[in-house]
């Protein structure tokens, strides 16, 4: 008995998508593939990914770079401060400087694209911005908590409440932004990845200073704070 390739396509609806993954803005994937195998198709093929080229990754550096440099040149500045190394930043200021890297990644990235890549570069900007922010916010306003607190207020406390409210607070950030970007869910979600939560290092390495770890207090997190923000620029502005 001869089986015609309708048939065949109708009782295994995913033989012909092993070879297809969607865009970030492919309205068709979600309400055609919804059951537990499409996610995992697609994460393991990319056929329909636009590839990011150099070019891509030229205009997305310059501009996070100089999205970075601006405001620290301002605050050395205002604070008459000659060596970048010493620059301490509160959460105004951090705020700013993710933000700026990410709209200057993003905004230089953008030149010469078409309409539906750069819709997708302001969701990856999106979520870059919120996943520097949000986590920040929620371990900040947490740390205060533990602070008035007789019970909280002591070392295993605030390594509980940080640990604690970077996962809050990066996963809130992911959930917020897919909730913004794509209001009527027709799109796949942009989950969080191990590359995302490495923005969050310099709360991460405050634990080690909490907890006292050998040298830990000589890391100086805040100084990585620049270039993580230029390089959450970076991967916004060449998302295609």
């Known amino acids: 008995m001869v089986i015609g390739i309708n048939s065949v396509n109708s009782r295994y609806p995913y ?17 055609k593939n919804s059951s537990v195998m499409s996610p995992l198709i697609a994460r393991r093929h990319r056929a329909y990914e636009r ?12 501009g ?19 060596n970048p190394l010493k620059l301490e930043y509160e959460l105004k200021d951090m705020i700013v400087l993710s933000a700026s890297s990410i709209i200057g990644g993003v905004g230089v990235g953008m030149i010469g694209e078409d309409k539906k890549t750069n819709e997708n570069k302001l969701r990856e900007g999106l979520f870059q911005f919120l ?4 986590p ?43 909730i913004i970007s794509d209001p009527h ?3 796949p979600d942009r989950k969080l990845t191990l590359k995302d939560c490495l923005i969050n290092v310099d709360d991460a390495l405050g634990v080690l200073v909490l907890a006292k770890f050998p040298c830990a207090d000589k890391l100086h997190p ?18 295609n």
């Open 15 to 31: 033989l012909e998508k092993l070879d297809t993954y969607p865009e970030y803005g492919d309205k068709s994937f979600k309400s």
């Open 51 to 62: 590839k990011v080229t150099n070019t891509d990754k030229l205009k997305a550096a310059v």
């Open 64 to 82: 996070s770079v100089i999205g970075t440099a601006l405001p620290m040149a301002y605050l050395m500045k205002k604070r008459k401060i000659k």
């Open 131 to 134: 996943n520097a922010s949000i």
């Open 136 to 178: 920040t916010w929620v371990v900040g306003g947490v740390l205060k908590l533990c602070e008035e607190s007789k019970t909280f207020n002591n070392v295993p406390g605030k390594i509980m409440s940080i640990a604690g409210g970077l996962l809050v607070g990066m996963f809130g950030a992911a959930a917020l932004s897919n």
């Open 185 to 187: 869910d027709k799109r």
């Open 222 to 239: 805040e100084r990585l704070l620049p270039p993580i923000f230029a390089y959450c620029g970076y991967r916004a502005g060449k998302s």
